[in-house]
């Protein structure tokens, strides 16, 4: 009886992660196709074949579509299984790379799209902010969790806003080098991070 229900669970669990990926990539489809503005939250319902209601389940607002997605787990599980002698940059270097590497292949191109947009529509760059500062806020908790301290002191707080800053900042230098790999240009700032810069 147990392994009935977890299967159960499982096949609920799979069908709501197709609707949510639905949800989102006919939303990206018709922002690319027919701008953002002129997008509504019934015409992405419509197209992904659900009800309005139901993409209030999966996503609050029409920007949560674009912001959103569901690796912050990865990063966490990847952060938590790197050796304690390593430095919390080091930590952090490792955990992205394993963490990227859990995300398949063929949802990355979409991860990219959802980014782009992010950064070059006036009417997201705010709720983009607001989401950093919730991504800042889980990286504090898994550094200071590392380092038996509190989130919010001062060397927490500077580290996660250097990460943040690299983050940001190597996603602007991907869309001008789209050649490269963003997961080695990642890793390469945040080693220039824990050089401090020295290089």
Not at 81 to 90: A, F, G
Not at 162 to 191: C, K, M, N
């Amino acid at each position: 009886m147990p392994d009935v229900k977890r299967q159960k669970v499982g096949l609920r669990e799979r069908k709501k992660i197709k609707t949510r990926a639905a949800i989102q990539q006919n939303a990206i489809r018709l922002f690319r196709e027919q701008g953002y503005q002129a997008t509504t939250v019934e015409q992405i319902a419509e197209a992904a074949e659900i009800s309005p209601s139901t993409f209030f389940r999966y996503f609050a607002t029409k920007e949560a579509v674009v912001l959103e997605d569901d690796y912050d787990p990865f990063l966490i599980e990847a952060y938590r299984k790197q050796p304690p002698e390593l430095s919390p940059i080091q930590a952090l270097r490792n955990a992205v790379r394993e963490g990227f590497s859990l995300i398949p292949e063929e949802e990355r191109s979409g991860i990219w799209e959802r980014v782009s947009m992010a950064m070059s529509i006036p009417e997201l760059r705010a709720a983009e902010i607001q989401q950093i500062t919730r991504t800042g806020e889980m990286v504090a908790d898994i550094i200071a969790e590392r380092l038996g301290c509190s989130p919010g002191e001062l060397k927490i707080r500077a580290l996660v806003g250097a990460f943040l800053g690299v983050v940001i900042s190597t996603q602007i230098y991907y869309f001008e080098h789209p050649e490269r790999e963003f997961i080695d240009i990642l890793d390469e700032s945040l080693a220039l991070l824990e050089a401090g810069f020295q290089q």
